[in-house]
């Protein structure tokens, strides 16, 4: 990969006004693959300006002018998925099998979602003698995190594109690589200057100046709960609209029927796929108190059939991103065991023969209640825990004793008490009998999990703001 050393700004590539490197880790050897820059404020205060220039002729596009737009960003993507694929791998270490047939669609979904939802897109409507509008609500901020780099950026990017936005994107500094090709998707599909910028930094530098910035309209930020607590302290100055998809400890409530094993091996494996670093990942399984003797059997099949390595070859699972969290993980397993869980299959330490690159063991813990930091604790990682209930209230209120509330997941043959467990749990989105996420449906998270709406057409209202023009109609 390029080294990145400039930043996206009004349609051109220029030096940081401070120059700062650090190096691009890659994660499966421990090695530099590159070097990004590091921005300051002085930086966002130049891509702000880029932005709301920008927006004074972008802001009152037409529907058609912008569908035109994000049509030419499609064909543009679809041009460069391989070169995407192949910096989702060396970036954050996602197999290679994975960022062609998941990390990278699924931005390109969302492109495609947004320019099939803006022409139906209702921008006004008459109530009485007032007409109601919807207006794009200026510049915004992009804070994005590395595991899921294309769908975190491309669900923000796209509804503000399709809205009349214009943004500055700062992505993870740990995965820079793939927001850079995006800056050229945009470059060659001739998308106007200043309304798409890229300011590479850090949390501390750039996107607490984003946050804090009076020339930003809104900040979008995905990433821990930690940090959007700290991204909304900064942006609380400024009254800015502060949307945000944050972490999770989603609970999976499996019925006791005769689909119980098929249905523990399908969550064990949606829990560990890109190796356990996803938000709404079923990190917590419930289970008939009684059966959770029968996981560890099924777990070691499971996980036998997950191959663990280099993620540019052709396995199941890569490293986590970084020694930060690969100590984070570690740490974790290690005082889960103190506890008094059981690891039924992995623990702590590498998988064997993987001395370099921060490889994790898959790992089922039994033995676990919900009160232990591991139940409690969103991991991040490849690590599931099994927690046994009594009954179906017991199961809904262990689910629902939680901070987060992002996502849940129930399975079984009854469909409809599938459907009414699914209801009653406490969680933006509710995964049915192992229903994949939906594009077309809306995504985001209760309580601690976050605020606002992404993905679909729910995404364009968190950027605009609604105008009543009364007596208009009289």
């Known amino acids: 990969m390029p080294d990145l050393t400039e930043f996206y700004i009004d349609g051109q590539w220029v030096d940081p006004v401070e120059p700062t490197f650090i190096d691009v880790i890659n994660p499966a050897t421990e090695e530099p693959s590159g070097t990004v820059a590091i921005g300051s404020a002085a930086d966002v205060d130049a891509a702000v300006a880029a932005a709301r220039r920008a927006f004074a002729t972008w802001g009152s596009t037409t529907v058609e002018e912008r569908l035109e737009v994000l049509n030419r960003v499609i064909a543009e993507y679809q041009n460069r998925m391989g070169d995407l694929a192949a910096a989702v791998t060396e970036e954050m270490g996602a197999p290679a099998g994975l960022a062609n047939a998941v990390q990278v669609p699924i931005g390109l979904g969302h492109l495609m979602t947004a320019a099939a939802q803006l022409p139906g897109y209702a921008f006004s409507e008459d109530r009485g003698t007032s007409r109601i509008v919807k207006e794009p609500i200026g510049v915004c901020g992009f804070i994005t995190p590395w595991n899921w780099p294309l ?23 740990l995965a820079p690589y793939s927001a850079a090709i995006v800056a050229e998707i945009f470059d060659a599909a001739g998308v106007p200057a200043g309304v798409f910028n890229l300011v590479n930094g850090d949390g501390p530098g750039v996107g607490a100046a984003m946050s804090a910035h009076d020339g ?131 623990g702590a330490g590498r998988p ?60 079984g043959k009854d469909t409809e008490e599938v459907r009414r467990l699914g209801s009653r749990i406490r969680a933006g989105s509710i995964s049915l009998n192992g229903a994949q996420l939906d594009p077309s449906a809306p995504f985001g998270g209760y309580k601690k999990s976050g605020n606002g709406r992404e993905w679909s057409d729910y995404a364009f209202d968190e950027f605009l703001e609604v105008k009543s023009l009364l007596g208009f109609g009289a």
């Open 352 to 411: 064997e023969g993987l001395e370099t690159g921060y490889y994790v063991k898959p790992t089922v813990f039994t033995g676990v209640t919900n009160d232990m930091e591991i139940a409690r604790t969103e991991v991040f990682g490849p690590v599931l825990v099994v927690i046994g209930y009594d009954s179906i209230d017991e199961a809904i209120e262990v689910a629902n004793d939680t901070e987060y509330g992002l996502a849940g997941y129930v399975s």
């Open 216 to 346: 930003i309209d809104m900040i979008s930020f995905t990433g821990s709960t930690r940090a959007g607590i700290e991204v909304a302290k900064s942006a609380a100055p400024t009254v800015k609209r502060v949307a945000q998809e944050l972490g999770g400890k989603s609970p999976n409530i499996i019925l006791d029927d005769e689909d119980f094993a098929a249905n523990v091996a399908g969550g064990i494996a949606t829990m560990m796929m890109n190796s356990g670093q996803s938000c709404n990942a079923p990190s917590r399984m419930l289970v008939p108190s009684g059966r959770e003797s029968e996981i560890a059997e099924i777990a070691k099949g499971v996980v036998a059939e997950l191959t663990v390595g280099d993620p540019t070859t052709d396995v199941k699972l890569g490293p986590v991103v970084s020694k930060a969290q690969f100590d984070k993980i570690q740490g974790l397993i290690e005082r889960a065991l103190a506890d008094g869980a059981t690891a039924v299959v992995g």
């Open 151 to 173: 769908n975190q950026v491309m669900c923000k990017v796209a509804p503000a594109l399709a809205t009349g936005c214009t943004m500055i994107l700062k992505p993870s500094e």
